[in-house]
């Protein structure tokens, strides 16, 4: 390779010479041989500072030269890297490969050892239905009625929720035998359950089913809206808020301020309807009498009551009180 | 009289364990937490209870804080007395507005339109609790507060906690103040009584673990591979399962509801051969086997993995929440052998 460059070099610096000493004479490419005749004749022409200036032409393609065989060299380092960068990555590659193949190699023994080639597939395709069935089961709970078959009957589950919050969930295990009949269940006392199953237990268990979610989702419901009431507006009701146990009767006092003056407001909400999250009835009272403004907002703040969940109904009307301020 | 209350408020006081006296004392509220600071509660226990006396003296307390003293003793330590469980019936379907106030002034009045000399009081707690503190007095005499009988309802139930006064003739009274104050028609006395009112409550409410078949069990845990040690071969490993699975059914996963004791009552017939000429009276064969223990439950529980009980147990012991009683007579109708349960 060496010997090689190194006469290439020769034969560039003889061209470049050749070249330019034809094109000073204003001739095309002349032959090798009347070199020798040119160059003296050039002597002549340029005797006194010509042979300075030819030193100087040379000195400047000598440096040419010289960056030009810098760059080649350069050239060269980087395609010796880059070809044993390669050979480098081909030998990983050979190698990963191997790895893979042995890997593969070994798991098709030991399923070869434990079962037939067929069967695994029919475990995975197994396992994907008992998941899938999974998926379903959990999807049903998500409605909030779900059952299990049990040995003399049916359990059913009945997850209740308020405003996209899941609950508490109750249990029914009926029985299915001679006649349908509770067994066993976790339904709070004072959920009418007893009346609900002499109505539809015996005759439509769908129904049966529905109606005492009704009932348990609206309990749960009410009971909800009391908490957060209590839970964020404990500082605007003076003293507590008195319920029941199926919180159908919720009562509690305010105060709302007129003409810069506070009045004491007494709520007692009444929920007429079990299956039901909202009252049928607000009755607001007031204490001073009978001020038509008044008037007017108690009406307008029982209208309130009726119409939106508790603690939404009392948050807006905190805010309207603050925005008059 | 005022001498009368601090004496009661300081005998209460008493029956307080000595750390808890402080606590009972702030919940109570009467005594400012300025008062509170000056009891000096390093001396004895006669000590505090005169050094509270003395405050109650000097805040001039009346017999309704003394009442509510006693009240919040009460609730705190309700298994100091024993509770029996009510029924009441409805023959009507209306939903009932349950009000606080409508009942309390029901309620009073009922007692006190037959006896003028009673002491009631009431306090409702955030479990939608209603208690009620009665001392009774005779028509001729005061209320006497140290025998007190208490209730305890939760609205829109039918059943009351009864802790009844030693004086048990006002009984019929309290229970017809209760029927007509929450608007029931009648009430009876459930074969269910202990010292746990909370357990009680758990049992009637059905808050207690009833292990309901569902497709997603809170947690699937299998007792038996808990703490294996893998160089231990169990050899009666199926039977082990099986007792498990079949306690499991019978009394569920929870912890179960405290009772202090089940009583069975017997009347059954002796039965043996004519010829022996035994017993040939037609007379029943009395007999009453009484289980107690500090929790009764949880000891039949453990009965059958212990394997002093072979599983499953005798139906009449595990039914004990499910039909909310634990006084059971035994009749000849229903044709159960003694040996059925007397098995452990």
Known sequence: MEEERNSDEKENALCGRSLTAASRDGGGRMPAAPLAQGKVERGKVYSGDGVLGYLEMLEAQAHELGLKQEEKEQQEKKLDRLKARVQELRARRDELRAKVELQEKRLLDKEGVMTDPAQPSAQTVLEWKVKSLKAMLQVFYLTGISGKLTKQGVCFCISTAYEGTYLDSYYVDLLIKPLVKIQRHSVPVFIPLEQIAKKYLQTDIRRFLSVLSDHLNAYVGRRRQADQLEEHFSDHIDGTLQRNSLCNLLVFNYTVSSNSKTFPFNVRLLYGDLCCSLPTEAIISCTPGTLPLLAEMAAAHSNAFRHMALHKAFDSLINAKESQN | MDEVIVEYIRRTVLKIPRDEIMAVLQKWGFLSEAQLQTINFRQTKEGISHSVAQLCEESSADLKQAALLDIIYNH?????????????????????????????????????????????????????????????????????????????????????????????????????????????????????????????????????????????????????????????????????????????????????????????????????????????????????????????????????????????????????????????????????????????
């Open chain 2, 76 to 344: 705190i330590y309700p298994n100091k007395r024993v509770w029996s469980v009510y029924h009441m019936n409805k023959t009507g379907e209306e939903t009932d507005f349950f009000d606080f106030r409508d009942f309390k002034k029901k309620f009073r009045r009922q007692i006190q339109s037959a006896l003028i000399n009673v002491t009631i009081n009431f306090r409702e707690y955030e479990d939608n609790a209603i208690w009620i503190r009665i001392a009774w007095g005779t028509p001729y005499t005061k209320p006497n507060q140290y025998k007190t009988s208490y209730v305890v309802y939760h609205s829109q139930t039918p059943y009351v906690f009864i802790s009844a006064s030693v004086l048990r003739s006002n009984l019929p009274l309290l229970c017809q103040a209760m029927v007509v104050a929450s608007n029931y028609h009648d009430i009876h006395e459930m074969e269910l009584r202990s010292h746990c009112l909370n357990s009680l409550k758990d049992i009637v409410f059905k808050r207690y673990s009833q292990n309901f078949q569902t497709n997603y069990p809170l947690q699937e845990r299998n007792v038996l591979t808990e703490n294996v040690d893998l160089r231990i071969n169990d050899e009666n490993r199926s039977e082990k399962e099986r007792i498990y699975r079949l306690n499991q059914e019978s009394f569920g996963n929870g912890p179960q509801p405290k009772l202090d004791f089940a009583q069975y009552k017997l009347e059954t017939m002796f039965k043996s051969d004519p010829k022996w000429d035994v017993l040939e009276k037609k007379e029943p064969f009395r007999c009453l086997v009484k289980f107690s223990s500090p929790h009764l439950l949880e000891s039949l529980k453990s009965l059958a993995p212990a394997g002093l009980a072979d599983a499953p147990l005798s139906p009449l012991l595990t039914c004990i929440p499910q039909k909310a009683r634990n006084y059971f007579k035994i009749r000849e109708k229903k044709s159960l052998h003694p040996g059925s349960f007397v098995s452990p």
